[in-house]
């Protein structure tokens, strides 16, 4: 009971300590932390766009908070998200110029979210498959999966796909275009939330069946708990690695139809901006549980757009910082907690 | 001659309690421990044995209450102090450094020189050889920790406490892991200490060493101190009533079995492990159906390698021969999981690493490893009616007791319930032709051991062949039909049916006899 309350109270505790904090650097900025809070808030959760926005990000930081959950439950740390929604946005851009623009738009937008996993998963499979096969430390290898994909996207770009003397591609075909909220229900006007988030709100419930109610997940978390154990119980914990790895490796990738098919509908160069690691930050805050990640990418879409709104103001990395605070604070929480 | 109470009570405990949040681990202690005494502290796991000689050697500290130190009272806040007060302390897992040598582990901490000066480790050598040769610890004070068999292990932590003048030596279950020679050379050890007017606490849960070695006796039970005897006034069924708090079966009821058709089958199996040793070695014997075949052998001579062939765990690299059959279906190379389903159940003996996952909750360690069963299954998912109808019986049959309530994870059951719920789950495997039981009753409390031996005893008279390997020979002997007894990777001697029957009328001396060939 008392572990219950704690582990909600902790992460609320925590960013409450990280905007106190911040609010201190704020004032060493020279400007009034309750103002800009103030000012923050009325640009974002307080404006139609603002709040679109804020649905636009936390719908990419769900994905890429799921892709590192989902290996957490096999105690496998995926740092290489980064790497994999890049995969993931260059192939969902790719297969969209190369579609015959008269194919029907659920297909065209199957299609190509389906490529966008695929990349991902793949670039995240090939970590697993090195640890399953070599022992090698998968936090290693995806950091450097990481600038492998980062580089092999930008060769392929520069050389063949991009339009002359830009850094982009040119423009999917319309039919596997993802529909703005704006488009269809008229909400969050201008703003770039698209259907998409749909798709991460489904994923965060299909994992969290995935894990909690069926077989597999309970074999999964067996196997990430002790795996000693499993191996006496009959279970293959190397097919779970596998299998924990390929399904985060397909969540970054899927979030990159949020960029692409959802917003810019090409591919450029710096598209992820950090969204990946970022994506880190939202599963340790959620404790890796597939629906906390909900709430907790909603805290760091908001920091992230929020920062940008009062950037006039005081520099936006003052919400970086929050954001690092709140981190370090949970661990130390759920650390002494551990402890006592 | 009567001397004064300070002067013969060289520890003395008043009133000592520790709390732990809501709970009294240690309640109203109070206990007089007379200066070069055997005295021994006998309760069940959760007693709060550990708890009491904690506080005594400083890693905690009482609630309330006084302890004192020859008549002085203390507070100790760190073994250092307490070690100064000529306390010491063997833990039941052995604190060396495995890579220094004897000499270097019994001086650390207490090296007698500044940080940069020269050690002194000829002259230290000489000192440990003396007392070593005092009180019967032979040891070779150059050689590595990691070249040391346990029982040499633990003799070099008892010359660490001799080493540092230590009064009061604490030994926490100081034979868990010695064999029956070796644990005889410990009572001769603790006898030559008292001689010479050291003070010995035991810490133990084996009675009949109680019996033979100490001079006192003090019995704890929910964290209570409920009795403190003179040895000679007490029996070992005494002992046990106050441990438990009411009559147990020392020894559970065996009546005759009738073995049917050959279950098991190993012939000439061998086993080389990765590093090349030979662990099995030409290893032969049968289990039939209905009866118990008992392994008796010092940890070490195969045991583990055995069951690792039996499960399908061995590790790639290592060579394996012979054949292992299961009503005549080779294993071969079959896995954990295929093993299983020929009707194999296996109760490992590490039950915390290998048998179950501790921060699942009871229903959830309860299917463990029978999870792929059909009747547990609805789609894709378990089939909640399901576990839990199973689940309610298992409770209910072994006794399982928990907070069903708050559904707590395993790790917060005691060892007994842990064990229970493991055997319930292999027993009840549907089909069960063969089960591996090996040190079933490891850190199970009095009262368990009694229903886990019934529910063994049972499972063999519905026709299930047994394997039980054990370190305990107690248990071998009340348990098997046949006896094999395992050394250097082979069965040396087999006891047959009659022989484990007579045997078991005078256990004692059937004890050592069994125990002449597994050393």
Redesign the interface.
Known sequence: MQNRFFKLAAPLFAVVAALLVSALFIMTAGRDPWLIYQKMFSMTFGSDYGTGQIVFRTTSLILTGLAVAIPFKVKLFNIGGEGQVLAGAFAAAAVGILLPPQTPPLAAIAICSLSAMIAGSAVALLAGWLKVRFGVNEVISTIMLNFVVQAFAGYLLTWHLAVPSTVHTPEIIETAQIPMFDSIIGIWRKSPANLSTLFALAACLVTWIMVFKTIGGYEMRAAGLQPEAARYGGINANAHILRAMAAGGAMAGLASTNLVLGYKHFYEAGLTSGIGFIGIAVALLAYAHPLWIIASALLFGFLEYGGLTVNAYVPKDIFMMVQAVTILMVLVLTKTMRRA | MKRSAEETNILSLSGVSKQFGELWANKDISLEISSGSIHAIVGENGAGKSTLTKMIYGLLTPTSGSISVRGQSVRFTSPRQAITAGIGMVHQHFMLIPDLTATENIVLGDEGSTLFAPLKKKEAARRIQSIAENHGLVIDPGALISELSVGEEQRVEILKLLYREAEILILDEPTAVLTPSETEQLFTTLKSLRKEGKTVILITHKLDEVLSVSDMVSVMRRGRIVATEPTGSVTKSDLAHLMVGRNVLLRVENPPEEPGEVVLKVSHAGFMDVKGRQRLNNLSFEVKAGEIYGIAGVEGNGQNELLTLL?G?AEPGCMISGSVTVNNIPLGDR????V?SIGVS?V?EDRL????????PVD?NLI??R??EKKF?RF???NAKAVMDYTNTMVDQYDIRYDMQ?NPPLSNLSGGNQQKIVLAREIDRPGLKLLILAQPTRGVDIGAIEMIHKKIIEARDKGVAILLISAELDEIISLSSRIGCMYKGSIRHEFSMEEVRKGRSCAQDFEKEVGMFIT
């Open positions: 499960w765990m896995n954990s999981a295929e299983a296996l490992p690493k290998h048998a179950v996952i501790s921060d699942f959830n463990f490893g999870h792929r299954h894709a998912g378990f708050s």
